[in-house]
């Protein structure tokens, strides 16, 4: 931690502080974000329960087993959550942003991802084009870092 | 109605267990527990977890933490003393009649962070931040006020710590540090007078978790030995504030153990005491006034192992480990009862004991 | 043989955006004195403590519940603290009723405070709480996550904003009855929809505001409740449950517990109420101080409690079936809509039900209350509890 600030003002004082931590990949992350290099996105599966995962994790919640195999998704899915993000988001983008959770293809849970080339200056008609139930396809970023937001979901039509 | 501890599950300690997330080893140790129990995770009724987010670095650590600690559609609830806290409640929750097979889990990765950094977010911002008030600084006050409250020598403290390193070496479950030298300890960097480098027990990754049963369930299942009666808990939080009598008194680790041994305190074997520094064994022994009798950290303690946030669970599961029979070569022999202790908090402002026994019925 | 768990006492501040004038342990301090006050009770009638605390990033102090302990008279005695998100205020009911109930201690004093805007960063202490690998680049946050699944029950079930709204209008009026309450006062629908849209379909209205203060309930057994209280509200209910913490996973055909409809909940309640002996939610609970800390939550959590079915509870409260003279009054407080003081959130639900139960609501009392539900929401909507309080005790295992 560096105090780096440390100031009374008034009946107030200011402090900024600093957290540092290393989150360790573990068993699965390192293999996920490789495979997003690679254009594909992996999932996890665990034979016992038979559920396919994303995102990816070691175990399974439901057997309690570990996921024992990879199954490589489809770059294509169904809707089952989404909302358009309209203001007060501290994030890599500004507003409007449109997320979405996706069920692809192959895959028994969903994965979060933001949605791209849908116009959104009327929100409600964007809405539509995202509602659950609706198709969408995966995209990948031209220079894919390994990083989650290397690929998005644009709609299907 | 009693309760029984019927497995447990101990992660090999490591400087950096940077191979996992914390999820993957927290899985493992669970899932090793219940093996060891017998039980599947479907069977749980209950888990209490043990956690802090400033450790995890995680604003709500249970959110990650709660399934693979074995929580998955099951009552869950964490609390962020301790690991041994966690246990507390837990036998509360057993004992409350509403919960039968319960899991414990707690977990610590100090290599992922700095931990100092945080120990000094937990001074107030107005009287104790300023100073930089920390672990070391916090048990260096602790060290200077038992020396002088209780005569306590330079040489004891070291004697203890090379000893605690002793026994440690013989624990398959620990880190098998080299045993250093008197002079090693003597001569070691100074801390924070008198704290020397030397006197504080190292600090590694780790997990423990625990099955709980209720005699009921036991009656319900036959076919599950357990490896401990818990015979009683007792915990207490001391005065925030540091000042002399805070530090020596002990009043919060006399009352944990007061109110785990009630009447008896003659029956106990062993003890494994949380002693981050020798001082804190030289202070606890003294204490809980313990006959020479009574051997002290069979397991060598926090010198086997410490994961910090769970050092104390780590002793528990040492401890009833020997009551069972399972304690391996640092195994003590006829051990009937069995205490552990735990302490967290700036200069063991929270102490907790809990007291195992042989189970005394044959559910086989 | 276990022992019966009543309410001795409860206080609450009043919920606002800062607290200026006290420190965080001050705060913790003028809850422990409230509720011994109210309960005529002595410091050393306390037995033992659980402090219910959230993230403590918030206040900018690591295990703040330690340096409390002096300012809520607890040195010396035994305390933990309870962390369970949201849901930590309910958690620590519950850590409490166990500590009575198990015969372990006489009473249990549960305290905590909430300073959330002790820090500009609050959104970011809030983004913590997900994946750094797979979640925390995205904009998922509470508020982000709740609009999805808020927008997946409305497709669903045909419900609109405007029925959110309704809601929203509804708790506001209540809570000016609250003397506690953070937000409240007289507004429209039309303003409700009128007001920002943060991620749709929820507007800045649907979303509780962040409060500051601090609470404090004191329940023992029947010697306790003898001593110190003529009319408890006995704990005669809990029941908790915890889901994953993926989304992703509990919004698909294979979920075990589908999050849009909040199928949770029915867990969670089904335990409670077996173990306090109600089968016609409906008929024998008269107030439900549910968790919602946005619009959409609330009336979700109460179809899964079995007051009605699933997709039906926003058409009741068009038809005004959730007022306080409805056939549940629900969130007469305002709920967690009108005031959310994170850490003890929770506990507010529960000492408003406890509250109504005693018949110590004050202006919003409801009348003949004999049995009340509280929840509470952790993560998210991954821990949830419920509680129910009933003015005598019932006895089923």
Known sequence: ?157 | ?364 | MVETVGVLGTYQSNFKTREVDKTFAEQAQGAALGVLDASNMNPDDVDAIVFSLAPTAFMGVADADRWCIDHIFGAGKPMMRVHTGGATGGSAVHAANSLVRSGIFRSVMIVGAERISETPDAQKVLNQIFDPFYEKEMPLQTITTVAMMANAYMQRHGVKQEDLAHLVVRQRRSAMNNPHAHLKGEITIDDVMASPMISYPLKLFDCCPRSSGSAAMIIGNMDMVRKHQSHPAFINGTGGVSDSNWIGDRIVPTAHADFIDWKLMRVAGAECFRRAGIDDPINQIQVAEVYDAFSIQGLTQLEQLGFCSSGTAFRLERENAWDVNGAVAVCPSGGTLCSNPIAVSGLVRAIEAANQVMGTAGGHQVANVHNAVATSVGGIAQFLNCTVFGNDYVRTN
């Open chain 1, 1 to 157: 931690m560096n105090e780096k600030t440390r100031s009374i003002d008034g009946d107030v004082l200011n402090e900024e502080i600093t957290l540092t931590y290393r989150y360790s990949l573990g068993e699965v992350a390192g293999k996920f974000m490789a495979g997003l290099r690679d254009g594909k996105i992996l999932a996890t599966r665990c034979s016992k329960s038979g559920m396919v995962y994303l995102p990816p994790r070691s175990f399974c919640e439901r057997s309690f087993e570990k996921c024992d195999s990879w199954v490589e998704a489809a770059l294509e899915g169904v809707v089952e959550a989404s909302t358009i993000v309209v203001r007060g988001f501290e994030g890599s983008r500004p507003p409007p942003v449109a997320i979405a959770f996706v069920r692809l293809d192959g895959v028994d849970s969903a994965i979060a991802n933001y949605v791209e080339e849908i116009d959104l200056s009327d929100v409600e008609v964007a809405m539509q084009t995202i509602a659950v139930g609706a198709r969408v396809r995966v995209k990948f970023i031209e220079k894919p870092t390994g990083s989650v937001t290397d690929f998005y979901f644009v709609p299907a039509s």
């Open chain 2, 1 to 364: 109605m009693e309760s029984y501890v019927i497995g447990i599950g101990l992660h090999s300690p490591s400087k950096a267990l940077a191979d996992f997330r914390l999820e993957e080893i927290v899985y493992h140790t669970a899932r090793a527990a219940l093996d060891d129990a017998g039980v599947t995770r479907n069977q749980l009724d209950h888990v209490t977890l043990g956690a802090s987010d400033e450790f995890d670095g995680r604003s709500i650590s249970s959110m990650l933490m709660a399934m693979p600690a074995g929580a998955y559609l099951t009552d869950e609830i964490r609390v962020t003393d301790s690991g041994a806290s966690a246990f507390c409640l837990a036998t509360a929750r057993l004992k409350s009649e509403e919960f039968d097979l319960g899991m414990v889990a707690s977990w610590c990765k100090p290599s992922k962070t700095i931990v100092e950094v945080f120990m000094r977010l937990r001074g107030d911002p107005f009287f104790t931040r300023p100073l930089g008030i920390n672990m070391s600084i916090s048990d260096a006050l602790f060290a200077q006020a038992v020396a002088k409250t209780f005569n306590v020598s330079d040489n004891e403290v070291c004697e203890r710590v090379v000893k605690a390193y002793e026994r440690a070496a013989n624990n398959p479950r620990g880190m098998k540090y080299d045993v250093p030298s008197l002079n090693d300890i003597r001569e070691s960097t100074l801390e924070s007078t008198p704290l020397r480098i030397g006197h504080r027990a190292p600090i590694t990754d780790g997990a423990v978790c625990m099955v709980l049963a209720s005699e009921r369930w036991l009656q319900r299942h036959p076919g599950h030995q357990p490896l401990a009666r818990i015979a009683g808990v007792g915990w207490s939080t001391d005065s925030y504030r540091l000042g002399r009598n805070r530090l020596s008194d002990l009043v919060s680790a006399q009352k944990a153990w007061g109110q785990a041994v009630g009447n008896d305190p003659a029956k106990i074997d062993l003890i494994e005491i949380e002693a981050q520094t020798g001082y804190h064994e030289a202070a606890y022994v003294r204490a809980f006034k313990l006959s020479d009798s009574i051997k002290i950290s069979p397991s060598g303690g926090a010198f086997a192992q410490n994961p910090l946030f769970c050092t104390g669970l780590v002793g528990a599961a040492e401890a009833i480990l020997q009551v069972a029979g399972r304690a391996g070569p640092v195994q003590l022999p006829n051990v009937r009862c069995a205490a552990a202790h735990s302490c967290h908090g700036f200069a063991q402002q929270g102490n907790v004991v809990m007291i195992f026994e042989e189970p005394g019925i044959d559910h086989g």
